[in-house]
């Protein structure tokens, strides 16, 4: 397991699957380990994806006198996907990710290995300034019908080039209220995605958006919104604009069409800087 600095575990998500197929796959929390040179990972997940052994290959590096097979595997971890070999390990977490795919991960993009070095406040400070280059916060109502339209719409974003983050998949911080949590997320996405149809929680974050001043694309059923209050709210904020149900066929694929890499401050922006970046929505 691995610790953070005030000593409470981490995990990370982490979808494995077999090397030669798609399918079945396996979704599942694991945490990661530096101090062991590969990736394990359970007897129950190698049997329940089939992972095929590699051939004359044992690993002895975890115990001594004791040797583990090596499988092939495909894990994908946040943006990054690797082709590699695990050890099957008798553990009862279903994954501990080593120092081979920390290593791989750092080689794709050097930058990370400086925050390594970097006090926890310049780290999210850099954090921040990447993820408002390509994330996109997606807010709403998530109820029955609506998951898989959240789901349609983030495969839409990702297809794009940008990063979907849906609001409810990260976990709150406990000293944070969930409205501190919508401005923090909206502070460092370059633009939000709204799912305004029927009345949920998303009406406060909806505020919070026009308080705020995030470019928001506001995505309904009908023209009018999930609460009458807030039927005209893009009409009273130029950085927000509404695609109804009957125009997302067409207008959806026009939204990030001409999007640019830059700055989303509100106060470095005039008001015609903020109608051109709202014409990907119109």
């Known amino acids: 397991m691995s610790e953070s600095a005030n000593g409470q575990l981490t995990y990370i ?3 494995v699957s077999h090397p030669e197929r798609e399918e079945p796959k396996m979704s599942m929390i694991g945490s990661v380990n530096p101090r062991i040179s590969v990736t394990l990972v359970s007897g129950a997940v190698v049997q329940c994806l089939g992972l095929p052994v590699v051939p004359d290959r044992l690993f002895g590096e975890i115990e001594t006198g004791k040797t583990y097979p090596l ?3 495909t894990l994908k971890i946040g943006s990054h996907a690797f082709d590699t070999q695990v050890v099957e390990y008798p553990m009862s977490s279903p994954a501990v990710i080593g120092s081979d795919l920390v290593s791989r991960a750092v080689a794709s993009d050097p930058s990370l290995l400086y925050d390594l070095f970097n006090d926890p406040l310049a780290r999210a400070l850099t954090a921040a300034a990447r993820s408002m280059r390509k994330t996109v916060l997606l807010i709403g109502s ?5 998951a ?3 789901k349609e719409v983030k495969t839409c974003v ?5 990063i979907g983050a849906p609001l409810v998949d990260y976990p709150d911080i406990k000293e944070q209220s969930l409205p501190q949590k919508m401005l923090l997320f909206g502070s460092i996405s370059r633009f939000v995605i709204c799912l305004d149809l029927r009345p949920s929680g998303h009406i406060a974050e ?3 958006c026009a308080r705020a001043g995030f470019v928001t694309a506001v995505l309904r059923s009908r023209q009018e919104g999930s609460t009458w209050m807030q039927d005209d709210i893009a009409a009273r904020h130029t950085f927000m604009n509404v695609l109804p149900r009957e125009t997302w066929s067409r207008r959806f694929r026009q939204l990030f069409h001409g999007a640019r890499v830059r700055s989303w401050s509100l106060p470095r922006r005039t008001i015609r800087d903020i109608r051109g970046e709202t014409e990907m929505f119109v």
């Open 71 to 73: 499988h092939r595997a």
């Open 206 to 208: 909806l505020e919070t």
């Open 148 to 150: 898989s339209l959240l």
């Open 158 to 162: 990702d297809a794009k080039g940008f």
């Open 13 to 15: 998500k982490v979808l």
């Open 142 to 146: 998530y109820g029955d019908g609506v």
